[in-house]
């Protein structure tokens, strides 16, 4: 068995990641892009204007855990056109990261992305980071049936889903609130951010994945 650091992840056989700003660094600035386009499908699914698109998309972010969760509970917006729209991006900014994806591939078990994305979205993003095949499965907010993490129900519809054990697994997170779910769960936290945040849910920190994964590996 590989060695592992400490006793916190010898138990670890679920590697639950997420993607925005997890498997790739913050400074892709894809979420830019993503953001612009939300606020033009708000415009027009709702018929107002730019800052009240935007005033719409941060608060309903905030209140419902994705802007879509609120359009769907508020105004009943239909998923499947905003996801295609909204994800329709480009990926020039991302580069393949052959450290990330020795990392991933020396964890023992299972290893899955989770996102508030779509799945085709995120295996597109995969592919430009070189990470495509790395993962067993990869769950967008559909398989979710479109409730958002931090919605405990969003993780277990998924996890259930894939059959994993959230005792025996650990999630990776950029979004601090996303892994309070997945500790009441009893999962292993790791919280992938520039600067940490102090909360009880919240177990590791790292702000270089890459090398986080690598000392998990021994």
């Not at 519809?157 to 994993?164: C, E, H, K, P, S």
Request: charged residues 20%; aromatic residues 8%; negative net charge.
């Amino acid at each position: 068995m590989r060695r592992m650091i400490g006793p916190d992840f010898t138990h670890v056989r679920g590697w639950v990641f997420d993607l925005d700003n997890t498997l790739y660094p913050p400074e892709a600035r894809l979420f830019d892009q993503i953001e612009v386009r939300m606020t033009a499908y708000v415009m027009q699914a709702l018929g107002v204007d730019d800052a009240e698109a935007n005033r719409l998309r941060k608060q309903y972010w905030a209140d419902y855990g994705t802007t879509l969760a609120g359009l769907m509970q508020v105004h009943g917006v239909d998923p499947g056109p905003y996801l295609t729209v909204v994800h329709d991006i480009s990926l020039d900014h991302l580069a393949p990261d052959p450290a990330l994806r020795a990392g991933l591939l020396a964890l023992p078990g299972r290893r899955i992305v989770y996102t508030n994305g779509s799945a085709p979205y995120a295996e597109r993003v995969l592919a430009a980071r070189g990470l495509a095949g790395v993962f067993d499965a990869v769950y967008g907010v559909e398989h979710a049936g479109f409730r958002p993490k931090p919605e405990r129900a969003a993780f277990q519809a998924v996890f259930d889903r894939d059959g994993l054990a959230p005792e025996t697994a650990a999630m990776f997170e950029d979004d601090p609130r996303n892994l309070a779910a997945p500790h009441a769960m009893g999962m292993r936290t790791v919280h992938v951010a520039p600067a940490p945040h102090a909360a009880a849910h919240i177990h590791h920190h790292t702000d270089d994945l890459a090398g986080f994964l690598a000392r998990l590996a021994g």
